[in-house]
């Protein structure tokens, strides 16, 4: 790589923040809506649609008719809808949804990244909100990081949920665990999508979820067939349970807490028990085309969520449950190609408990 590659390769590093904004703010004020609506729009016209002026309207477009997801047409003075017209909205839903999270959890608390490291915890979180602890404790006090994190995370799990179930086995009538399980979701997708007769599944969080999870099953009507038991997974993992499930979890841990989270699952599974992870993953060569993980995850969990953890590669993942004495019977990695709308990568792992 050249000099003038690399400052290239710097420029794109310098423009990164100002690019996010500018294409976010065009769906914030409904811009792309507009033009969906009524394409060959002109700036004006846009302007009065949006309630914003058309010297601004024009300045915001630049840059999404650069990336060609917007086309102009210089004798009409008219935009339409170019690569974004070819987008399910559905699909387009599902990337606002991670760029709002953007947004309100990591935009303005990667300013204190640096802090972040150098201590291990959240210091955007103390200076923004004044809260000492992790995101995942802050969303119970504030509705914005809430609403944003969790209208991201029910997304990721109603679109990644399926691909995960379609790639384990559970054995009919097992009793299921949901480690770690939040308000319930994951345990109404479980028994959804994996019913069999004498199928019970449990979500497993801290007992504050309780209300919440309960209301969820009775809503979903699998009230009879979930749920809820209040704990802390690192203090124990209940037993008597066949197939224990870890999803979207153990990526926010470093590998010393990971390491006593599975311990832990051994520890209450009988011989034979299973346990079924899913978790993003870095390719194993980081510098393949897939590797989008590391460009955002490590800013994610150091400065916006935990102050530690983040995503390893699959082959990590596996000696680490290797490791805890499981057994590792099937890893998949995940085709991006074949979800359209997912950002990141995931992996899942299946394994046994051994003697």
């Not at 302007?47 to 009409?76: I, M, R, T, W």
């Not at 599944?201 to 009879?224: A, I, M, Q, Y």
Request: aromatic residues 10%; negative net charge.
């Amino acid at each position: 790589m050249t000099a003038v590659d690399t400052f290239m390769r710097l420029r794109e590093y310098m423009v990164g923040p100002s690019r996010f904004m500018i294409l976010l703010s065009c769906f914030e004020l409904g811009i792309i809506d507009a033009l969906r609506k009524n394409p060959r729009m002109t700036a004006a016209q846009l302007g009065e649609a949006v309630g914003a002026a058309p010297d601004a309207v024009e300045q915001l477009l630049h840059l999404p008719v650069k990336e060609g997801f917007v086309s102009y047409d210089e004798d009409s003075g008219r935009y339409s809808l170019d690569a974004f017209a070819g987008v399910a909205p559905a699909h387009l839903q599902q990337v606002l949804t991670v760029l709002n999270m953007i947004k309100v959890v990591m935009l303005r608390q990667m300013f204190y990244l640096t802090d972040s490291v150098r201590t291990g915890t959240l210091v955007g979180l103390k200076e923004l909100y004044g809260f000492e602890g992790n995101l995942y404790e802050a969303v119970a006090e504030h509705k914005d990081l809430r609403d944003s994190w969790a209208t991201m995370m029910d997304g990721v799990t109603t679109q990644l949920d399926p691909w995960f179930f379609r790639n384990i086995h559970v054995p009919p009538g097992s009793q299921v665990l949901d480690l770690a399980g939040n308000t319930g979701l994951g345990a109404i997708l479980a028994y959804q999508l994996k019913a069999s007769p004498g199928l019970r599944v449990t979500t497993f969080d801290l007992p504050e979820k309780k209300d919440e999870c309960l209301e969820n099953f009775r809503s979903h009507g699998v009230e009879e067939k979930c749920s809820f038991l209040g704990g802390d997974v690192f203090e124990s993992v209940p037993k008597g349970f066949d197939v224990v499930l870890i999803k979207h979890f153990l990526d926010m841990f470093d590998k010393k807490d990971v390491v006593k989270i599975l311990s832990g699952v051994n520890a209450a599974l009988d011989i034979g028990g299973q346990v079924n992870i899913l978790v993003p993953v870095y390719p194993e060569d980081v510098k393949e085309p897939s590797s989008a993980g590391v460009d955002i995850f490590p800013a994610y969990f150091l400065a916006g969520t935990m102050g530690q953890g983040g995503p390893q590669k699959l082959s990590t993942y596996r000696n680490w449950v290797e490791e805890c004495g499981f057994t590792v019977t099937k890893m998949v990695a995940q085709d991006l190609t074949t979800m359209p709308g997912s950002l990141i990568a995931h992996g899942i792992l299946c394994a046994t408990k051994v003697a």
